[in-house]
């Protein structure tokens, strides 16, 4: 099973400082997985991190019964429609679909008990050919009943646009973003073969003071 990367916040990695990109609403849960086998044309596997799971497990069972209930024929249908020749899906082994799974007062990870709890899918990896490009993620996902993150932004990342979400208090009637708590996941629009995924985040400081607050002693791991 192959696990989701982490990626720095912008404040250390500049990498994408200027390039364009599309900046999505950060999900505030916990990375699922879901592995699909084209030969056998079904999911063979669960996981999250470095877990493999199924629909028993104490913590991550609910997000298998969530993907099969809810998206496991949308997103079957999808790779066989572009599985074609010139297709997306075309001549690939095995597909990695990633998800945040989140409830309405989910923070840093950690959930609230009677919320209702969604999947948001977040990325997809192909074997061997690397991450979809946002263009062709939104072009294969959008409005087909799958929860996809809020693109809030497209353009350069910006001085400005960082300080923006740096000062956004989604809580204040006058905030600029008020979905956005946590803050956003910088996607650069085009990707160079062979390279790793390029992203960094950006987080607001209204969740690093509320993140401080709840874990004074290790807010910096949990950042």
Not at 7 to 13: G, I, L, S
Not at 15 to 37: C, H, P, S, W
Request: charged share 30%.
């Amino acid at each position: 099973m192959r696990h989701y990367p982490s990626f720095e916040n912008q404040k250390y990695d500049h990498t994408l400082d200027n390039d364009m990109i599309i900046a999505e609403n950060k999900i505030d849960g916990q990375n699922f997985v879901a592995r699909y086998n084209a030969r056998t044309k079904e999911f063979i596997a669960f996981g999250s991190k470095k877990m493999i799971v199924d629909e028993t497990h104490e913590q991550f069972g609910n997000c298998v019964k969530i993907f099969k209930e809810k998206y496991e024929e949308i997103i079957k249908n999808i790779i066989k429609e572009n599985s074609k020749k010139k297709g997306v899906f075309n001549s690939i082994d095995e597909i990695h679909f990633y998800f945040e799974y989140s409830g309405e007062n989910s923070f840093c990870g950690f959930h609230q008990e009677g919320d209702e709890m969604t999947l948001t899918l977040i990325d997809v990896f192909l074997k061997k050919k690397g991450y979809l490009e946002p263009k062709t993620f939104y072009e294969l996902f959008d409005n087909t009943g799958i929860k996809l993150p809020e693109i809030i932004y497209k353009g350069s990342l910006t001085q400005e646009f960082i300080k923006s979400i740096n000062e956004n208090d989604w809580t204040k009637p006058d905030c600029l973003y008020p979905t956005v708590k946590e803050g956003v996941v910088c996607k650069r629009t085009t990707m160079l073969k062979g390279q790793r995924l390029p992203m960094v985040k950006v987080k607001t400081n209204w969740w690093i003071n509320k993140l401080k607050e709840k874990y004074p002693n290790n807010w910096k791991e949990l950042e």
